[in-house]
Structure formats: C-alpha cells, structure tokens
C-alpha cells in the first residue's frame, strides 16, 4: 500500500465487537455470494530490528460499483480493502473503496486534526509549499476560502485575519519527504507502495510525531481546535451554511449523478432544472433558532448537537439520493460524511467546520485592527442621499448627497473621477501623486443603523473590483475615452450636464498617469463610504462582543463582514478603508 491513512485517537481501550463491527461496516458494500481475499483480526506482528510491536486487522474483498458514462447497464469491478493498525492510544485506517464507516469512527474515537500533525514540525525543518484556508464566515458577501502555494509560504502569507481562518489543506516539504495533510485527519505521504510491516513503522514514526508537538509553527497563527462541547456550554450555533461549491465540484469531478426518491418509492434521475434549483437553495445561510431548528426551511430540519459532533438533519435533503461505493445514500448522509457544511456560533470567535470546532485564535486584538479601519467625516452626518436628484441643467452632484461629499473629502487630489453606472470599477477613482496614491470609493446611503444588509452590498462592490485596481495604463486610457469624457447620465435617464471628469486637466492624464504607475511608493486603497454607520455605535457594539457580553445577531454579521472586508483587500495589498460617522 501506499501511506495513506486515517489517524484517531482511542478514548477508552476499543472491545473486540468494536473492531469487528468497523470491519463489518466497511464491508458491507462487498458483491454477494462472493469471499473474502483476505481477512485478518487483531493480528499482533512484532518487528524486531525497529522494536515496535502493532495489531493489525484487515479485509479485502470484490465489490461492484455502476458505470456513468456508458448508457447500457454495466459494473465496474474493484477489489476494496480495508486495514487498521492498532498502536498504542491511536488508530491508523487506510481503505480504499469501501462502505462508509464515518459515523461509527466519529461516535467512538477522536480524530487527530491537522494542525495536531502540523505542531509536530519545526518551522525551520519544513517548507509550507500549499495551504488551503476556510474563513471563520458564511456571508454571502465575503471570501469563504482561499488557497495559497509557494515554494515556501512562511514569510511570504500575510498572516493579517489568519486567526479567523481554518487550515483545512496543507503540503509540506521536510528534506526529501512530502506530505500532505487535511482537516479529516488523513495524512498522505509521497512513497512507493510498501508492505504491511514497513506501514506500520510510518504509522509509529507519525504518531510520534503527534506526540511531540514542537514549541512553534508557522500554522499557530491561524485558527485552533476547540472542543465542541465546551463551546456549546457557552454560546448556540446561529446559522448554516452548505459548503455548496464544494458539495457540487466533488459530485462533478467524480461524475456522481443526483437522483430522486418519489412519494412512490422510486428512485429517479433529477432534471437539470432540479439541479439547478438544488444548487440555488443550498448556496443560502439559513439561520438556526434557539431549539436548533433550521429557520424558514419549515420540514423539521435541524441541527443535532452530539457529544463530539453536529450533524445536520434535513428532509427535504434525505429525498435526494447519491451512488457511493455501489450502494444509493442520501444526500445529506453524503454532506454529513464529506463534512460540507459549516456552522456558525452566537459567539463569533467560533465555527464548526469539517467535524472539528474552531476557535479565532487572533483574539480580541482582531476587534481593535478592524475598528482602525473607520475613519469619521464631519459632513456624513448631513448627507440626505447617495447621489441627489437631477435635472438636464445640473452641473454637479446635489448638496449634502455622497458624492458631493466625496468629491470635498478628495479636494486635493490632482484627478477626481466618476464611474457610477455602467461598467464600474467604482463611484469614484481619484488619484495623488503627492501621496502616490490611488483610491477606488464605493458609496452607500442610508438611514443610521449597525444593521449589517446595508453593508452587504457595498462590501460585495468592494471586493468584486479589486482586480481592476491594478489596471494597465492601457484599460484607464480606455475607460477615460469611452466613459469618462462624457458627461453624467443618471440611473433614471436624465442626461445631465455634469462632467465624469470632476477634476484634472485631461490633456496632461497620459503622461501623468504614466509616471505615477512607475511610482515604487505607490499605493491603493478601497474606500468604503458609508453614511448609516457611526464609529461610536460600531465601537460600543464590537467592545461588547471583547468583553463577552451578548449582542445581537445582526452585530455579530457586522463584525464578520467588515473583517472579511479587511482581509480580502489586505490580501491585495490595498489598504482598506472605512469613511462613516463620528
């Protein structure tokens, strides 16, 4: 075999009926009438010149899966196996094609996470060459994941926000070794495949390695492991989210068709409109009420607490069916057992994801960093509208709308431009070569309030356009003629008289703008401008969440999207920025 394999750790010593009914689980997909090739129980082996002594247990049998992309009805035969190695306190499984034993993994051991193998390892022995991040967030207006891969990402990752990010992937160099590591305990290590002995001996070599973690590491910055029911006795999970693309790219990729069950009985293939429909409901956040029923979904669903787990129950889920291993499972037995879904808590600095909870581990030091972000103007507080009313005589934007506002903050800059409407990189995008700078402003109107919808789409803005902020010289060029050198039309279609170019001589933008993109001190900055938030109430809400006390849940998704807002545009190497309210 190949090191590929499982670990768990053993809570109590593991009975034979245990043992034998894993085998048996895992076996269950076997081809009837049909024998085993191999099975072995509870073996001890003993190898003398390593001085490790190991039980193993193994099955091997034929199995039968379907054939998806041909239309008669055909079978692919495998041989599937199964092999546990018993050492110590832990459990190595290695498997290949055979029925699901998850649930009973779950409920009787405890899987070793990732960063419990990455702990083992000294920064200076290894290269992080691949890193697979999951935000601490399920806003439909933030990054949800991201993935990284350098020769070696220590010194390279801005580790700003890492405390809200879960490592669920990573690939590591040490010397000649490479290995990768995921959040479900499987650690797969680069080798020729190897006999039962020389397996047993890489388990022992990875389970010493668990067993002594190292002071430091360059994954310490990044989310930690806590125990679910501890952070129950504290808080209650408050939404749901189905990890839906993931969900769909392994059912894809492994040409898994969707079927339906129907009132009758039958089993029926989904049309691609009911694909399609399914995909769209399970890329929604539902929230979770305080008897941990799924709000609004109305057919019992539910989240279960267990003592190590959440699972998620859903009828409407259990209708659809999913092949695996040539048996039909449900497709939220298949959600549970892939772990695609997260769960989020009243208590921010939490989430459950991939069968482990997580804690953020950057502390409230995060909530400080974020409210840096804001920055009060004076004459927010006298703004009436985002944009003012308009008439085909206008020559400039109302007084006291957003964009007035905007255009005054901006006085100084040597080129003010407007770019509402159409094919927008933003409201307005200025520019300063005293201060090397470029600013990308997206507005938003609103009534006072720490309502996070309000913020939703002004983020979402944010975020879509930062590629353009590192446009060529060429596509401004392009924009200046087709956009900006006429004048303002408005989202009515009122044809005004009010220039897109609010400020600069044109004639000299080329060369300008040449000498500023050679500028090595040059700078970007989203800038969110947003009348309805005041950095008073925005402080005295976050300070509540620093000191523990409860707040709503409206502020909590504050909180989550102005810091996803700050990561992503950091990761961009654009400062982030906040106008509002004193």
């Known amino acids: 075999m190949t090191k590929n394999a499982q670990f768990y750790r053993v809570n109590e010593p593991a009975e034979d009926e245990l043992v034998r009914n894993i085998l048996d689980t895992a076996s269950e997909n076997m081809n009837p009438n049909s024998g085993f090739v191999i099975d072995v129980f509870r073996q001890e082996r003993n190898i003398e010149e390593q001085n490790l002594s190991f039980v193993y247990s193994a099955k091997a049998f034929p199995s039968s899966r379907p054939v998806y992309f041909l239309e008669d009805d055909f079978e692919d035969k495998v041989y599937a196996f199964i092999l546990i190695i018993e050492i110590g306190d832990y459990f190595a499984i290695l498997k290949k094609s055979c029925a699901n034993i998850f649930d009973l993994m779950d409920e009787n051991f405890t899987l070793v996470g990732s960063k419990e193998f990455s702990s083992s390892f000294s920064d200076d022995d290894v290269e992080f060459q691949r890193l697979a991040l999951r935000n601490m967030t399920v806003s439909d207006r ?34 000649a070794k490479t290995r990768s590591i995921s959040g479900t305990g499987r650690v797969i290590e680069s080798s020729s495949r190897e006999t039962i002995d020389n397996i047993a001996a890489w388990v022992s070599e990875q389970i010493g390695l668990i067993e002594s973690p190292s002071n430091t590491n360059f994954l310490d910055a990044f989310a930690s492991k806590s125990e679910l029911n501890e952070v129950l006795k504290i808080c209650s999970p408050n939404a749901v989210l189905i990890e839906s693309s993931s969900l769909f790219d392994r059912l894809k990729k492994d040409g898994v068709p969707v079927k339906y069950k129907t009132k009758k009985g039958r089993i029926i293939g989904v049309s691609s409109r009911v694909y399609k429909e399914l995909e769209s409901a399970l890329e929604k956040v539902y929230d979770i009420d305080p008897d941990l029923n799924i709000a609004d979904v109305n057919d019992g669903s539910r989240i279960r607490a267990n003592k190590k787990s ?110 509402d409407l159409g094919d927008e990189w933003a409201d307005h995008i200025t520019f300063n070569k005293e201060n090397s700078n470029i600013c990308f402003i997206h507005s938003k109107h609103g009534d006072p309030s720490t309502s996070a919808s309000n913020l939703h789409d002004v983020v979402g803005q944010g975020i879509k356009n930062l590629g353009s902020m590192y446009f060529n010289a060429p596509s401004m060029l392009s924009k200046l003629d087709k956009t900006f050198k006429k004048n303002y039309k408005s989202g009515k279609g009122v044809q005004t008289k009010i220039p897109r170019i609010r400020k600069g001589n044109i004639d000299d933008f080329e060369s300008y703008l040449a000498n500023l993109l050679k500028d090595y001190k040059l700078n970007r900055s989203c800038i969110l401008c947003c009348s309805f938030l005041s950095i008073s109430d925005v402080t005295k809400e976050f300070n509540k969440i620093k000191e523990g006390q409860p707040v709503r849940g409206n502020i909590v998704q504050l909180l989550w999207i102005v810091s996803s807002f700050a990561h992503a545009v950091k990761d961009m190497n654009v400062r982030p920025i906040i106008y509002c309210a004193k």
């Open 310 to 419: 959440l699972t998620l129950y859903s009828k409407s889920l259990a209708k659809f069916r999913v092949p695996e291993n040539g048996k039909l499972i449900t497709l939220q037995k298949y959600i549970v057992k892939h772990g695609f879904y997260s769960v989020t808590f009243g208590d921010p600095k939490y989430m459950y994801f991939m069968g482990a909870c997580f804690e953020d581990s950057s502390g409230m030091s995060e909530i400080d960093n974020i409210l840096e972000l804001f920055q009060s103007i004076e004459e927010i507080p006298a703004v009436d509208s985002e944009k003012g009313s308009f008439t085909e005589e206008s020559e400039n934007f109302s007084e006291d709308s957003m964009f007035d506002i905007i255009e005054k903050i901006h006085a100084e800059d040597d080129y003010i431009f407007c770019d």
């Open 142 to 175: 933030a990054m949800r994941s991201r993935s990284y891969e350098a020769a070696d990402l220590k010194g390279l990752l801005s580790t700003h926000s890492a405390g809200r990010s879960i490592p669920y992937y990573f690939k590591l160099r040490q010397g």
